[in-house]
């Protein structure tokens, strides 16, 4: 397996060539395509994905350990493929319709400025997650974890507080329409 320490991958298109199979320490890949890319099995640790494209991508048994998705787009994810040991990132600017997060553990993941349209949270731990101005439309939420997780500055929120653990999380008074929706009531702010 190749490793790579400190490399910086600049507008490069792995769909053309693809990215070598290896282990990937404190990188940077910056607008690199990797649309439909079978990134199964790599190794990325400590690395930086910066406006990318990376919908639609095979992630499954790949390590991802402290990796920053900055202004990508990530729309069909399977992050639930992912090696779940270690398994830690962050989401600024980046657009992840249709991702799965399905039985994940992401204590204090950072979503920001993110849209997550339709998004799959079912069973997944969000313990301390910080959601700071995200679109949540549509997004599931199903036997979640949200304990002291922050969503006051999201948009389009559904949750069944019935069907999740939401102890002391943070939820702003805009948000109660989308906690109350099933009981079908008429609620003016």
Same mark, same amino acid.
């Given at each position: 397996m190749n490793?790579?320490?400190d490399v910086e991958f600049i507008t490069l298109d792995f769909t053309q060539k693809e990215l070598p199979k290896g282990e990937y320490e404190n990188c940077i890949f910056s607008n690199c395509n990797f649309s439909g890319c079978d990134l199964s099995h790599y190794r990325f640790m400590d690395c930086e994905f910066i406006d990318c494209? %990376? $919908? #639609? +991508?095979? /992630?499954?048994?790949t390590l991802l350990q402290d990796i920053r998705f900055k202004d990508s787009k990530m729309l069909g994810v399977r992050f639930d493929h992912c !090696? !779940?040991?270690g398994l830690r990132f962050s989401f600024e600017g980046c657009q992840l319709n249709h991702a799965s997060f399905y039985q994940l553990k992401c204590k204090s993941t950072l979503f920001k400025n993110t849209i997550l349209k339709e998004v799959d949270f079912t *069973?997944? !731990? %969000?313990t301390k997650a910080l959601f700071d101005n995200c679109d949540l439309f549509g997004a599931t939420? *199903?036997?979640? @974890? /949200?304990e002291q997780t922050d969503l006051r500055k999201t948009q389009n929120l559904e +949750?069944?507080?019935?069907?999740?653990? #939401?102890?002391?999380?943070r @939820? $702003?008074?805009s948000a109660l329409p989308g906690l109350l929706k099933k009981y079908n009531l008429d609620i003016e702010l």
């Open positions: 490793y790579y320490q494209d %990376l $919908s #639609m +991508i095979k /992630l499954r048994s !090696d !779940d040991f *069973e997944t !731990d %969000l939420f *199903e036997s979640t @974890i /949200l +949750i069944d507080p019935d069907k999740n653990r #939401m102890r002391k999380a @939820i $702003s008074v």
